[in-house]
């Protein structure tokens, strides 16, 4: 009983210093909703549901922090060619990347345990791991890399975060002959996490 009521105490004073601590560590993962996406009528574009595990940090300074994120995450979608030019079956990208957001973002709503917050900025992602199933299309025309945005809102409680945000590439992702346009990545992201620090 002792040890439970010590416990409880430490707990009660190491909460509220989380709270107040102008720097924050945790980790995070959650659910992704990725797709795809071109400029060409004829291309009919396919979300896939994917995943996302990482870390981050937040350094607050009054209502601004900044909130920079590392973590590995899965992305994709299908791109089906309804004119046959490019090929009539399915498209499949299944592609894992390394994620690093840079985010800046404000407390909308600072009430004690609870906090409400925008936030957005720039993102490099970098791929790891690339597989493409198509009859024309290639894995060693898609890049290496590319740069994109993030921006979203989220909510504290206690120790506990929790986000949701709109994800966009910027620039092309594939360099093959076969496709015509720009191919960009869009996702959305819910992702909870947990302040360790």
Do not use: C
């Amino acid at each position: 009983m002792k040890k439970i009521a010590i416990i409880l105490l430490f707990t009660s004073f190491l909460i509220p210093a989380m709270a107040q601590s102008p720097i924050n560590l945790g980790l995070k993962g959650g659910y992704s909703n990725s797709k795809l996406v071109t400029d060409m009528n004829a291309i009919n574009e396919g979300n896939v549901d994917n995943y996302h595990v990482g870390a981050f940090a937040r350094v607050t300074l009054g209502r601004i922090y900044i909130q920079p994120e590392i973590y590995y995450s899965s992305k994709g979608g299908t791109l089906e060619d309804m004119t046959g030019s490019v090929s009539q079956a399915v498209n499949s990208f299944d592609l894992k990347t390394v994620d690093v957001p840079v985010l800046l973002g404000i407390n909308v709503v600072d009430k004690g345990p609870l906090k409400v917050r925008a936030n957005a900025g720039p993102l490099f992602s970098y791929f790891t791991d690339k597989k493409l199933n198509s009859n024309v299309l290639s894995e060693d025309e898609i890049k290496d890399h590319f740069f994109g945005w993030q921006y979203g809102v989220g909510a504290d409680f206690m120790f506990l975060t929790l986000d949701v945000r709109m994800e966009n590439s910027s620039g092309d992702l594939y360099s093959g002959p076969y496709i015509d346009s720009d191919v960009r990545s869009k996702s959305f992201v819910v992702s909870l996490g947990i302040k360790l620090l």
